[in-house]
């Protein structure tokens, strides 16, 4: 049984003291909720205030980017021994966002997910397909290739600090949501390809999170596919009760 991993990414939204003010009221809305898995994703300097404001509740800390190396001349990047001094306990890795605007590529990705692993923190890695590619027919390649090399090199040991989130690119913060269905076929394809690399074991204990406008009213169809392990939700999440009614859908 593959606990619901439902995490927020604030994305670059909120100054430290209404990131305070969102989690202080999600904590006691989420505080029952005993069947999921909640992570909240500040931007950087949030991320300090917002720790301490979690702490003892059962929503975890996470960040949304990292690089692959402890310190030294790397103007602007953060790494993961930082992260996890503000106590953050996961990383999001691979957001379409960082594929895209950023230019970040697949050995990129690959490797700030092993190092990051290596660091002890746990990651949320995110794959996903564009409008483009699904209507041009190679949303499959497009997938095999981000997991077969996103994943490269994990050993089994580090699946239990690995999450893949499976956000269709098309349906990130368009309202546009994917159908159960076709995220029910994207996820089992997906524990497919990782079940070809890793083994059966490895992909049904592996947690496929979907991201693309999930909201309350969406999230409890989605969830009810068997292959769909919880969310990474953006637009939604930035709101304490918005993001609280999600995790209910999951309970
Ligand atoms: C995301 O950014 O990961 C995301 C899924 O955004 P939204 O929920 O706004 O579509």
Redesign the pocket.
Known sequence: MRTPLIAA?W?MNKLVDEAVATVSALKPLVAGAAKAEIVVCPTFTALYAVGKALAGSNVALGAQNCYVKESGAFTGEISPQMLKDTGCAWVIIG?S?RRQIFKEADALLNEKLKYALSQGLKVMF?IGETLEERQGGIMNDVLSRQVNLGLAGLAESDFANVAV?Y?PVW????GVTASPEQAEEAHAFVRGLVEAQFGAGIAQALRIQY????KPDNAAELIAKPNVDGF??????LKADSFAGIVSAVQ
Do not use: P
């Open positions: 990414n994305k957001h966002e995110c989130a956000e349906a990130i913060g368009t991201g693309g406008s999930v990474l939700v953006g637009g939604a999440a």
